[in-house]
Protein backbone atom coordinates (compact mmCIF):
# COMPACT_ATOMS: atom_id res chain seq x y z
CA UNK A 1 0.00 0.00 0.00
CA UNK A 2 1.09 3.35 -0.46
CA UNK A 3 -0.09 6.58 0.83
CA UNK A 4 0.04 10.16 -1.31
CA UNK A 5 -1.09 14.19 -0.42
CA UNK A 6 -3.27 15.90 -2.38
CA UNK A 7 -3.96 19.37 -0.60
CA UNK A 8 -4.48 19.02 2.90
CA UNK A 9 -5.66 15.26 2.50
CA UNK A 10 -3.87 11.79 2.28
CA UNK A 11 -5.05 8.79 0.13
CA UNK A 12 -4.38 5.73 -0.04
CA UNK A 13 -3.82 2.40 -3.09
CA UNK A 14 -7.58 1.29 -3.73
CA UNK A 15 -8.26 0.26 -6.93
CA UNK A 16 -5.76 -0.94 -9.41
CA UNK A 17 -5.49 -0.41 -13.19
CA UNK A 18 -5.94 -3.93 -14.10
CA UNK A 19 -9.09 -3.89 -11.74
CA UNK A 20 -10.39 -0.76 -13.46
CA UNK A 21 -10.22 -2.41 -17.08
CA UNK A 22 -11.43 -5.73 -16.17
CA UNK A 23 -14.86 -3.68 -14.81
CA UNK A 24 -14.78 -1.54 -17.50
CA UNK A 25 -14.11 -5.01 -20.36
CA UNK A 26 -17.25 -5.87 -18.38
CA UNK A 27 -19.49 -2.94 -18.86
CA UNK A 28 -18.39 -2.81 -22.44
CA UNK A 29 -19.47 -6.23 -23.31
CA UNK A 30 -23.33 -5.22 -21.16
CA UNK A 31 -23.38 -2.37 -22.94
CA UNK A 32 -22.37 -4.16 -26.72
CA UNK A 33 -24.93 -6.77 -26.29
CA UNK A 34 -27.81 -4.29 -25.86
CA UNK A 35 -26.94 -1.18 -28.28
CA UNK A 36 -24.45 -3.09 -30.93
CA UNK A 37 -27.41 -2.29 -33.52
CA UNK A 38 -28.11 1.01 -32.19
CA UNK A 39 -25.26 3.73 -33.35
CA UNK A 40 -25.86 4.92 -29.83
CA UNK A 41 -24.62 8.36 -28.71
CA UNK A 42 -22.06 7.70 -25.75
CA UNK A 43 -22.49 11.05 -23.75
CA UNK A 44 -19.65 11.23 -20.85
CA UNK A 45 -20.49 13.13 -18.00
CA UNK A 46 -17.51 15.53 -17.57
CA UNK A 47 -15.03 16.75 -15.71
CA UNK A 48 -15.00 13.02 -14.37
CA UNK A 49 -15.47 10.67 -16.73
CA UNK A 50 -12.57 11.96 -19.52
CA UNK A 51 -10.12 8.55 -18.67
CA UNK A 52 -13.07 6.31 -18.18
CA UNK A 53 -14.61 7.46 -21.46
CA UNK A 54 -11.72 7.03 -23.50
CA UNK A 55 -10.55 3.69 -22.31
CA UNK A 56 -14.79 2.48 -22.88
CA UNK A 57 -15.12 3.42 -26.10
CA UNK A 58 -11.63 2.42 -27.32
CA UNK A 59 -12.93 -1.33 -26.55
CA UNK A 60 -16.32 -0.82 -28.46
CA UNK A 61 -16.17 -2.23 -31.19
CA UNK A 62 -19.53 -1.30 -33.30
CA UNK A 63 -20.82 2.08 -34.49
CA UNK A 64 -21.55 4.88 -32.28
CA UNK A 65 -20.88 8.56 -31.83
CA UNK A 66 -19.35 10.34 -28.71
CA UNK A 67 -20.19 13.63 -26.70
CA UNK A 68 -19.77 15.00 -23.56
CA UNK A 69 -21.87 16.98 -20.95
CA UNK A 70 -20.04 19.20 -18.17
CA UNK A 71 -21.85 18.87 -15.33
CA UNK A 72 -20.27 20.21 -11.62
CA UNK A 73 -21.95 19.27 -8.09
CA UNK A 74 -18.61 18.81 -5.79
CA UNK A 75 -16.69 21.10 -3.16
CA UNK A 76 -13.86 19.19 -2.04
CA UNK A 77 -15.29 15.95 -1.01
CA UNK A 78 -18.58 16.95 -0.55
CA UNK A 79 -21.48 16.64 -2.74
CA UNK A 80 -23.22 20.39 -2.61
CA UNK A 81 -26.83 18.74 -4.00
CA UNK A 82 -26.34 22.35 -6.29
CA UNK A 83 -25.72 20.86 -10.08
CA UNK A 84 -24.59 23.06 -12.63
CA UNK A 85 -24.32 22.75 -16.15
CA UNK A 86 -21.37 23.91 -17.83
CA UNK A 87 -21.36 22.27 -20.92
CA UNK A 88 -24.86 21.56 -23.18
CA UNK A 89 -25.68 19.52 -25.28
CA UNK A 90 -25.64 20.37 -28.86
CA UNK A 91 -26.56 17.35 -30.58
CA UNK A 92 -29.80 16.80 -32.00
CA UNK A 93 -30.73 13.46 -30.08
CA UNK A 94 -34.47 12.62 -30.89
CA UNK A 95 -34.98 8.99 -31.96
CA UNK A 96 -31.71 8.22 -30.50
CA UNK A 97 -30.46 5.73 -28.04
CA UNK A 98 -28.18 7.69 -25.26
CA UNK A 99 -25.86 5.81 -23.44
CA UNK A 100 -24.22 8.45 -20.37
CA UNK A 101 -21.03 7.07 -19.32
CA UNK A 102 -20.64 8.22 -15.53
CA UNK A 103 -17.51 7.84 -14.12
CA UNK A 104 -19.36 7.52 -10.45
CA UNK A 105 -23.27 8.04 -8.74
CA UNK A 106 -22.77 8.85 -5.33
CA UNK A 107 -26.19 10.77 -3.87
CA UNK A 108 -27.73 10.48 -7.56
CA UNK A 109 -28.37 14.50 -7.87
CA UNK A 110 -26.11 14.70 -10.70
CA UNK A 111 -28.19 11.55 -11.79
CA UNK A 112 -31.36 13.21 -11.77
CA UNK A 113 -29.91 15.97 -13.26
CA UNK A 114 -29.22 13.80 -16.12
CA UNK A 115 -32.83 12.33 -16.42
CA UNK A 116 -34.34 16.23 -16.53
CA UNK A 117 -31.55 17.40 -19.21
CA UNK A 118 -32.85 14.06 -21.27
CA UNK A 119 -36.29 14.48 -20.39
CA UNK A 120 -37.74 16.48 -23.50
CA UNK A 121 -35.23 15.43 -26.21
CA UNK A 122 -37.52 12.66 -27.40
CA UNK A 123 -34.76 9.97 -27.31
CA UNK A 124 -35.69 6.54 -28.29
CA UNK A 125 -33.99 5.37 -25.09
CA UNK A 126 -31.70 6.47 -22.89
CA UNK A 127 -29.48 4.26 -21.04
CA UNK A 128 -27.08 5.29 -17.79
CA UNK A 129 -23.74 3.44 -17.10
CA UNK A 130 -21.50 4.37 -14.21
CA UNK A 131 -17.75 2.97 -13.63
CA UNK A 132 -18.36 2.88 -9.60
CA UNK A 133 -21.50 3.12 -7.74
CA UNK A 134 -21.99 3.90 -4.12
CA UNK A 135 -25.04 2.12 -2.96
CA UNK A 136 -24.82 3.38 0.78
CA UNK A 137 -25.18 7.14 -0.20
CA UNK A 138 -27.47 6.57 -3.19
CA UNK A 139 -30.65 8.31 -2.24
CA UNK A 140 -32.99 8.40 -5.58
CA UNK A 141 -35.54 5.83 -7.15
CA UNK A 142 -33.50 6.20 -10.49
CA UNK A 143 -32.73 3.54 -12.91
CA UNK A 144 -28.94 3.03 -13.58
CA UNK A 145 -28.39 0.14 -16.28
CA UNK A 146 -25.21 -0.99 -15.77
CA UNK A 147 -23.00 -0.62 -12.83
CA UNK A 148 -19.31 -1.40 -12.97
CA UNK A 149 -18.80 -1.53 -9.30
CA UNK A 150 -20.28 -0.74 -6.63
CA UNK A 151 -18.07 0.82 -3.89
CA UNK A 152 -18.67 1.80 0.13
CA UNK A 153 -19.02 5.72 0.74
CA UNK A 154 -15.52 6.60 1.16
CA UNK A 155 -13.91 9.29 -1.14
CA UNK A 156 -11.95 8.55 -3.83
CA UNK A 157 -9.73 10.04 -6.32
CA UNK A 158 -7.69 9.34 -9.12
CA UNK A 159 -8.29 7.72 -13.37
CA UNK A 160 -10.58 10.80 -13.91
CA UNK A 161 -11.81 11.56 -10.25
CA UNK A 162 -10.01 14.88 -8.70
CA UNK A 163 -10.13 16.11 -5.22
CA UNK A 164 -10.18 20.07 -5.76
CA UNK A 165 -8.98 20.03 -8.96
CA UNK A 166 -6.13 16.82 -8.21
CA UNK A 167 -5.56 13.63 -8.26
CA UNK A 168 -7.43 13.03 -12.07
CA UNK A 169 -3.81 11.87 -13.87
CA UNK A 170 -3.61 9.26 -11.68
CA UNK A 171 -3.90 5.87 -13.43
CA UNK A 172 -5.10 4.42 -10.44
CA UNK A 173 -7.92 4.62 -7.85
CA UNK A 174 -7.03 5.94 -4.33
CA UNK A 175 -9.10 5.83 -1.38
CA UNK A 176 -9.21 8.85 1.48
CA UNK A 177 -7.71 7.99 4.78
CA UNK A 178 -6.48 9.44 7.93
CA UNK A 179 -2.81 11.25 8.39
CA UNK A 180 -0.64 8.03 8.46
CA UNK A 181 1.24 7.96 11.94
CA UNK A 182 3.99 9.08 12.32
CA UNK A 183 6.96 6.65 11.44
CA UNK A 184 10.45 6.85 12.81
CA UNK A 185 12.29 4.10 10.91
CA UNK A 186 15.90 2.53 11.33
CA UNK A 187 17.36 1.54 8.04
CA UNK A 188 20.30 -0.95 9.54
CA UNK A 189 23.27 -3.04 7.89
CA UNK A 190 27.17 -3.12 6.98
CA UNK A 191 28.48 -0.26 4.94
CA UNK A 192 27.73 -0.33 1.11
CA UNK A 193 24.26 -2.36 1.77
CA UNK A 194 22.63 0.12 -0.15
CA UNK A 195 20.92 2.03 2.90
CA UNK A 196 21.43 5.18 1.26
CA UNK A 197 19.91 4.50 -2.15
CA UNK A 198 17.18 2.58 -0.65
CA UNK A 199 16.26 5.64 1.95
CA UNK A 200 16.20 8.14 -0.76
CA UNK A 201 13.50 5.79 -2.41
CA UNK A 202 10.95 5.30 0.62
CA UNK A 203 11.29 9.23 2.03
CA UNK A 204 9.31 9.95 -1.29
CA UNK A 205 7.73 6.79 -1.42
CA UNK A 206 5.95 7.15 2.35
CA UNK A 207 6.80 11.39 2.56
CA UNK A 208 9.20 10.54 5.08
CA UNK A 209 12.43 12.73 6.26
CA UNK A 210 15.93 11.11 5.31
CA UNK A 211 18.64 11.94 8.10
CA UNK A 212 21.74 10.20 7.29
CA UNK A 213 24.33 10.66 10.08
CA UNK A 214 27.56 10.14 7.30
CA UNK A 215 25.85 12.66 4.80
CA UNK A 216 25.18 14.95 8.16
CA UNK A 217 29.16 14.73 9.18
CA UNK A 218 30.06 15.16 5.29
CA UNK A 219 28.20 18.42 4.91
CA UNK A 220 30.35 19.52 8.01
CA UNK A 221 33.64 18.35 6.59
CA UNK A 222 33.44 19.93 3.55
CA UNK A 223 32.45 23.58 5.35
CA UNK A 224 35.39 22.51 7.59
CA UNK A 225 33.52 23.47 10.86
CA UNK A 226 34.72 22.08 14.04
CA UNK A 227 32.30 19.16 14.32
CA UNK A 228 33.74 18.34 10.75
CA UNK A 229 37.02 18.72 11.67
CA UNK A 230 36.67 16.62 15.07
CA UNK A 231 34.67 14.00 12.87
CA UNK A 232 37.15 13.84 9.76
CA UNK A 233 40.01 12.29 12.11
CA UNK A 234 37.42 9.34 13.07
CA UNK A 235 35.13 8.73 9.80
CA UNK A 236 38.74 9.24 7.45
CA UNK A 237 40.49 6.07 9.57
CA UNK A 238 37.17 4.04 9.16
CA UNK A 239 36.50 4.63 13.05
CA UNK A 240 32.87 5.84 14.67
CA UNK A 241 32.81 9.23 15.64
CA UNK A 242 32.56 9.28 19.63
CA UNK A 243 29.09 8.96 20.73
CA UNK A 244 28.27 12.42 22.60
CA UNK A 245 29.23 14.44 19.98
CA UNK A 246 26.78 12.58 17.54
CA UNK A 247 24.21 11.92 19.78
CA UNK A 248 24.34 15.87 19.88
CA UNK A 249 24.55 16.86 16.61
CA UNK A 250 21.66 14.47 15.74
CA UNK A 251 19.36 15.51 18.20
CA UNK A 252 19.69 19.14 16.31
CA UNK A 253 19.10 17.51 13.37
CA UNK A 254 15.46 15.76 14.29
CA UNK A 255 14.25 18.88 15.99
CA UNK A 256 14.77 21.01 12.93
CA UNK A 257 12.28 18.03 11.37
CA UNK A 258 9.84 17.27 14.05
CA UNK A 259 6.92 18.26 12.36
CA UNK A 260 7.59 15.69 9.22
CA UNK A 261 5.66 12.38 9.01
CA UNK A 262 8.63 10.86 10.30
CA UNK A 263 12.11 10.04 10.03
CA UNK A 264 14.15 7.51 8.24
CA UNK A 265 17.61 6.97 9.81
CA UNK A 266 20.25 5.95 7.94
CA UNK A 267 23.30 5.29 9.93
CA UNK A 268 22.19 5.95 13.11
CA UNK A 269 22.02 4.69 16.07
CA UNK A 270 25.41 2.73 16.04
CA UNK A 271 25.73 1.96 19.24
CA UNK A 272 23.68 0.84 22.09
CA UNK A 273 24.41 4.32 24.12
CA UNK A 274 22.97 5.92 20.97
CA UNK A 275 19.93 4.16 20.64
CA UNK A 276 18.74 4.70 24.22
CA UNK A 277 19.43 8.66 23.44
CA UNK A 278 17.23 8.57 20.99
CA UNK A 279 14.50 6.59 22.31
CA UNK A 280 14.87 9.49 24.98
CA UNK A 281 15.00 12.08 22.86
CA UNK A 282 11.99 10.81 20.82
CA UNK A 283 9.77 10.46 23.55
CA UNK A 284 10.87 14.12 24.49
CA UNK A 285 8.78 15.34 21.55
CA UNK A 286 6.02 12.41 22.36
CA UNK A 287 7.14 10.18 19.26
CA UNK A 288 8.60 6.45 19.37
CA UNK A 289 10.58 4.43 17.05
CA UNK A 290 8.37 2.31 14.69
CA UNK A 291 10.69 -0.34 13.45
CA UNK A 292 14.37 -1.47 12.64
CA UNK A 293 14.85 -2.75 9.21
CA UNK A 294 18.18 -4.58 8.50
CA UNK A 295 19.36 -5.03 4.87
CA UNK A 296 21.36 -7.88 4.83
CA UNK A 297 24.22 -8.46 2.14
CA UNK A 298 27.08 -11.20 2.34
CA UNK A 299 30.18 -9.34 3.32
CA UNK A 300 32.18 -10.41 0.56
CA UNK A 301 29.70 -8.93 -1.87
CA UNK A 302 30.37 -5.61 -0.03
CA UNK A 303 33.41 -5.05 0.07
CA UNK A 304 33.33 -5.27 -3.91
CA UNK A 305 30.77 -3.08 -3.65
CA UNK A 306 32.23 -0.43 -1.75
CA UNK A 307 35.94 -0.70 -3.57
CA UNK A 308 33.71 0.00 -6.59
CA UNK A 309 31.91 2.92 -5.01
CA UNK A 310 35.41 4.47 -3.68
CA UNK A 311 36.21 5.05 -6.71
CA UNK A 312 34.12 7.77 -7.96
CA UNK A 313 32.40 9.10 -4.41
CA UNK A 314 36.06 10.12 -3.10
CA UNK A 315 35.18 8.88 0.18
CA UNK A 316 38.28 7.78 1.74
CA UNK A 317 37.17 5.54 3.73
CA UNK A 318 35.88 3.80 0.74
CA UNK A 319 39.06 3.28 -1.29
CA UNK A 320 40.92 1.06 1.15
CA UNK A 321 40.64 -2.25 2.31
CA UNK A 322 42.32 -1.42 5.83
CA UNK A 323 39.59 0.93 6.41
CA UNK A 324 36.36 -0.65 4.75
CA UNK A 325 37.75 -3.90 6.74
CA UNK A 326 37.55 -1.56 9.80
CA UNK A 327 34.27 -0.40 9.30
CA UNK A 328 33.29 -3.87 9.17
CA UNK A 329 34.82 -4.57 12.07
CA UNK A 330 33.07 -1.53 13.69
CA UNK A 331 29.74 -2.72 12.90
CA UNK A 332 29.91 -6.74 13.77
CA UNK A 333 31.49 -5.25 17.08
CA UNK A 334 29.70 -2.39 18.19
CA UNK A 335 25.75 -1.93 15.65
CA UNK A 336 25.52 -5.28 14.93
CA UNK A 337 24.39 -6.02 18.60
CA UNK A 338 21.36 -3.51 18.60
CA UNK A 339 19.60 -5.96 16.54
CA UNK A 340 19.31 -7.46 20.36
CA UNK A 341 17.85 -4.16 21.50
CA UNK A 342 15.22 -3.47 19.25
CA UNK A 343 14.63 -7.10 18.95
CA UNK A 344 13.54 -7.10 22.78
CA UNK A 345 11.21 -4.56 21.73
CA UNK A 346 9.68 -6.08 18.79
CA UNK A 347 10.70 -4.06 16.47
CA UNK A 348 13.50 -5.86 14.21
CA UNK A 349 13.20 -6.95 10.58
CA UNK A 350 15.70 -8.59 8.11
CA UNK A 351 15.21 -7.93 4.38
CA UNK A 352 17.33 -9.68 1.93
CA UNK A 353 19.38 -7.29 0.00
CA UNK A 354 20.83 -9.13 -3.15
CA UNK A 355 18.77 -8.40 -5.99
CA UNK A 356 17.43 -5.66 -8.37
CA UNK A 357 17.13 -1.90 -6.39
CA UNK A 358 13.34 -2.37 -6.84
CA UNK A 359 12.84 -5.76 -5.29
CA UNK A 360 14.39 -4.48 -2.18
CA UNK A 361 12.37 -1.52 -2.31
CA UNK A 362 9.29 -4.25 -2.81
CA UNK A 363 10.88 -5.68 0.32
CA UNK A 364 11.27 -2.94 2.30
CA UNK A 365 7.69 -1.26 1.44
CA UNK A 366 6.16 -4.59 2.74
CA UNK A 367 7.81 -4.27 6.66
CA UNK A 368 7.19 -0.15 6.52
CA UNK A 369 3.23 -0.62 5.38
CA UNK A 370 3.56 -3.12 8.65
CA UNK A 371 4.88 -1.31 10.67
P1 LIG B 1 -23.70 12.71 -7.16
O1 LIG B 1 -24.38 13.82 -7.85
O2 LIG B 1 -23.69 12.88 -5.66
O3 LIG B 1 -24.18 11.33 -7.57
O4 LIG B 1 -22.18 12.82 -7.51
C1 LIG B 1 -21.73 12.63 -8.77
C2 LIG B 1 -20.47 13.41 -9.01
O5 LIG B 1 -19.81 13.76 -7.80
C3 LIG B 1 -19.49 12.56 -9.76
O6 LIG B 1 -19.66 12.72 -11.14
C4 LIG B 1 -18.18 13.10 -9.30
O7 LIG B 1 -17.79 14.20 -10.07
C5 LIG B 1 -18.44 13.55 -7.90
N1 LIG B 1 -18.07 12.51 -6.91
C6 LIG B 1 -18.87 11.70 -6.21
N2 LIG B 1 -18.18 10.89 -5.41
C7 LIG B 1 -16.89 11.17 -5.61
C8 LIG B 1 -15.67 10.66 -5.07
O8 LIG B 1 -15.59 9.74 -4.23
N3 LIG B 1 -14.52 11.20 -5.54
C9 LIG B 1 -14.51 12.20 -6.46
N4 LIG B 1 -15.62 12.72 -6.98
C10 LIG B 1 -16.81 12.20 -6.56
MG1 LIG C 1 -18.77 13.30 -12.59
Known amino acids: MSIIKLHDKYFRTYISEEKIAA?????????????????????????????????????????????????????????????????????????????????????????QEIYEIFKD???????????????????????IDYIGLSIPDEFIVGYGLDYDGLGRNLPSIYQLTSKPKVKNILLFGPPGVGKGTQADILKEKYNLVHISTGDVFRKHMKKETKLGKLAKSYIDKGNLVPDDVTIKMLKSVVNKVSHSNGIIFDGFPRTKEQ?????????????????????????????????????????ADDQDEHKILNRFNEYFTKTEILKDYYQAQNKYFG????????????????VFDKL
Do not use: H
Open 275 to 315: AIALDEFLEENGETIGGMITIEVPTNLLIARLLERGKTSGR
Open 121 to 143: KKLKQLKIATLFFKPDVFKKELA
Open 23 to 111: VTKKLVKQVSKDCKNENPIFIGILNGCFMFVADFVRQYKYNCEVSFVKLASYEGTNSTGKIKQLVGINENLEGRTVVILEDIIDTGNTL
Open 351 to 366: VDGVGDISEITKRLSD
